[in-house]
Nanobody
């Protein structure tokens, strides 16, 4: 059984920072791309960031580019999302996902495994 467990969410003021973690158990994802998505109330789930299996390729949504950084530690089977200069519009549930391919992807349909999500709330 594969499990992806996100942690690190919480309440932060605008301009602040948070670091999300996604720990994977049940199988190794060292050969697979990983991604972060988010869903705000009343909105569809949207792509945030993705990283290839080696970490050499990273992709970001325009809305977070320059503020968020995705990284991974394959030895720990863990993916991170460092978020800085947070804005109220970043408020959402953030989901970690494991891709079936070695590269990262912008598309939720390319991911087979999903975590339960962690809430991030940014106050103004």
């Amino acid at each position: 059984q594969v499990h992806l467990v996100e942690s690190g969410g919480g309440l932060v003021q605008a301009g602040g920072f948070l670091r999300l973690s996604c720990a994977v158990s049940g199988r190794t994802f060292s050969n697979n791309g990983m991604g972060w998505f988010r869903q705000a109330p009343g909105k569809v789930r949207e792509f945030v960031a993705a990283i290839s299996w080696s970490g050499s390729s990273r992709y970001y949504a325009d809305s977070v580019k320059g503020r968020f950084t995705i990284s991974r530690d394959n030895a720990k089977n863990t993916v991170y999302l460092q978020m800085s200069s947070l804005k109220p519009e970043d408020t959402a549930v953030y989901y970690c996902a494991g891709s079936r391919s070695s590269s990262g992807s912008y598309y939720a349909g390319d991911y087979d495994y999903w975590g339960q999500g962690t809430q991030v709330t940014v106050s103004s």
